[in-house]
């Protein structure tokens, strides 16, 4: 289990900038189909706020991770205590 807890690390910490990468891409070409500056103006806030929300939650993904693939997950804690 502890092995698959250290491929995941891998995972994650790969996920996160992906997902960031293809949320910019995504957010560059959904601009770039606007046709008036007032939808222009939309569309930008619209993926700015997006990008806002999610660019913390990837990197907390990325650091999740990392964590994982250090091992800091490999001793659970059997009481509330710990």
């Known amino acids: 289990m502890n092995t698959l807890k250290k491929f995941l690390g891998i995972v994650w910490m790969l996920l996160g900038p992906l997902a ?3 949320l910019i891409t995504q957010a560059i070409d959904k601009v770039s189909l606007a046709h008036s500056e007032i939808e222009r103006t939309n569309t ?3 993926w700015a706020i997006i990008l806002f929300i999610f660019f ?4 907390g993904l990325m650091i999740f991770g990392y964590y994982a693939w ?3 997950y490999e001793q659970l804690a059997d009481h509330s205590s710990e």
């Open 70 to 72: 250090k091992g800091e």
């Open 20 to 22: 960031m990468a293809f």
């Open 44 to 46: 930008i806030l619209q």
């Open 56 to 59: 913390p939650i990837s990197i």
